[in-house]
């Protein structure tokens, strides 16, 4: 069989502003590294032909969508399903079933978990895959092709006499190290860039799967946490680094959850690969002047800390089990040793009651001094304590969600924590946030520094634009 998988775009995504517009050709896209680890074990473990295509990497309009869908000729298409974006994934489908009417299509990822039946309720939609997606994907594909009874296959979706029938969860997967190695090679690997990097293209590697937290705003349905091991973190770096990547990203929220792991990984990337340059995702919680010092004489460049809120008592109610001290010293260790970092901050919260709430967590970011840092408004996600919180209140309406998958719509605006700021004031205090940090005289002078190449200088520019408010939304059309 040829399986066709699509990364889908953002065209017509909910949006928790009426006047902002962030997309991956104003900040960079990463890779959609899920697709790839799909596509790796199916070319590993099947016969069938895979292509993944990329329609945010390649920033394909919906006519170019179709008509690659119609060169290629799919007996498959597979989709990875976001929530936010499912309007875009079903327009993806709907070219599909209109061009292709034998085509069946398949939707995964943890979107399908929360909304089966709504999902499944567009004919547009043969199957979902549940959970962790490799095996059970391969499984599937087996039962099609060889007439052999869906029901056999756990953790699927599909229908039968016009009912959606769920198997249930397969569970996940324990070995990491036992998987294929991704297929990168399936890939526009030239085209994932970061805004805030060197202008080079970006490798990006996962370490783990999985959280052990629990942070209340928090849908991750996974929580079991399993690592790859070193051993296996270099073989995927070997594949970016062969065709050329020197800088690498580390994407899994937890790398450093364990500081002797990042010393292990940072004495094998200083052996193996020489010369390269590259960050991590971690906790400031587990930041160690050994480990910096380690990790930085093996290239490493930046930390990118999920810190979201500015105060200790904001920092409890969200259940992310660190101090606004950690954070301060965290930072602080890493300019000890000139260390850029970078921090993700939350807006909007339930404990935000007024304008100085929100001015109060921008000026503490600027007080730790962090080189970079992304302001988001706070969406709350079903299957997630503040969104229960929100519903029991009255603040949130319970069916939002459910029905925009069963009828979703453009562009629609997404409830958000409306109880003391208004969309209005809390979309005003994000441009505030972004201007206010990045308008201070040592950040500019930093951007212009940073600056390597003039297509660097032009991505730099169009992101900062974006993210200071100045891009301004805009409604895609075809």
């Known amino acids: ?51 993944i295509l990329d329609t945010l990497a390649l920033r ?8 690659r869908i119609l060169e ?18 079903l327009e993806v489908c709907k070219l599909v079933k209109k061009n292709l009417p034998h085509c069946q299509v398949c939707l995964g990822g943890s979107h399908v978990d929360t909304f089966t039946q709504e999902t499944m309720s567009h004919s547009e939609i043969d199957f979902c895959v549940h959970g962790e ?68 293209v970006v490798g990006i590697i996962a370490s783990s799967r999985g959280c052990p937290y629990h942070c209340t705003y928090c849908n991750r349905p996974y929580q079991t946490y399993r690592q790859y ?3 296996r973190i270099i073989s995927e770096m070997r ?64 930390i990118l800390f999920g810190v979201e809120a500015g105060s200790d008592e904001d920092l409890k109610a969200i259940k992310k089990h660190i101090t606004t001290k950690q954070v301060v010293d965290a930072i602080a260790t890493c300019k000890k040793f000139g260390l850029e970092t970078s921090t993700n901050w939350i807006i909007g919260l339930p404990t935000h009651k007024s304008r100085k709430d929100v001015l109060d967590l921008l000026n503490f970011a600027i007080k730790t ?9 706070l969406i709350p996600y079903m299957e997630t304590p503040i969104f229960a919180n929100g519903v029991e209140k009255g603040v949130l309406p319970a069916n939002f969600w459910p029905d925009y998958i069963r009828n979703p719509k453009p562009n629609v605006a997404i409830p958000i924590w409306e ?54 939304y805009k409604r895609k059309d075809d």
């Not at 394909?60 to 008509?67: G, T």
């Not at 989709?79 to 974006?85: D, E, G, I, L, Q």
């Open 133 to 200: 997606g490799e095996a059970i994907f391969a499984e599937l594909l087996n039962a099609i092709e060889n007439n052999l009874p869906l029901s056999d296959v756990k953790g699927v979706s599909y229908r039968q006499d016009g009912q959606v029938v769920t198997t249930g969860q397969a569970g996940y997967q324990k070995d990491l190290d036992s998987l294929p190695l991704p297929a990168f090679h399936l890939l526009p690997l030239d085209k994932y860039k970061s805004a805030i990097g060197t202008g080079n």
């Open 1 to 51: 069989m040829k399986i066709l998988l699509v990364n889908a775009p953002t065209t017509y995504a909910a949006v928790t502003t009426a006047d902002w517009d962030t997309t991956a050709e104003d900040i960079g896209a990463f890779p959609p590294i899920g697709l790839s680890y799909l596509a790796g074990y199916l070319c590993t473990h099947t016969t069938h032909e895979v292509i």
């Open 229 to 231: 091991g070193v051993d």
């Open 369 to 377: 001094r962090t080189d970079y840092a992304q302001f988001n408004i």
């Open 239 to 302: 594949i970016h680094y062969d065709r050329g990547v020197r800088e690498f990203l580390f994407f899994d929220d937890m790398f450093n959850i364990n500081p002797k792991r990042v010393i292990d990984i940072s004495m094998a990337i200083k052996t193996n690969f020489p010369g390269i340059t590259w960050s991590f995702r971690g906790r400031v919680d587990q930041v160690t002047d050994n480990m910096v010092k380690i990790a930085m004489e093996s290239g490493l460049r930046q």
């Open 60 to 67: 394909l309009k919906y006519p170019e969508i179709e008509r």
């Open 419 to 472: 109880e003391y700021l208004s969309r209005e004031e809390l979309s005003s205090l994000l441009k505030v946030c972004y201007r206010k940090f990045y308008f201070q005289p040592s950040k500019i002078f930093k951007q212009l520094l940073s600056v390597r190449a003039p297509s660097h200088f032009f991505t730099k520019f169009r992101g900062m634009l974006t993210i200071l408010g100045f891009g301004g």
């Open 72 to 89: 290629i000729k799919p007996d498959l298409v597979g989709v990875t399903a976001f929530t936010p974006t499912f309007y875009d994934v």
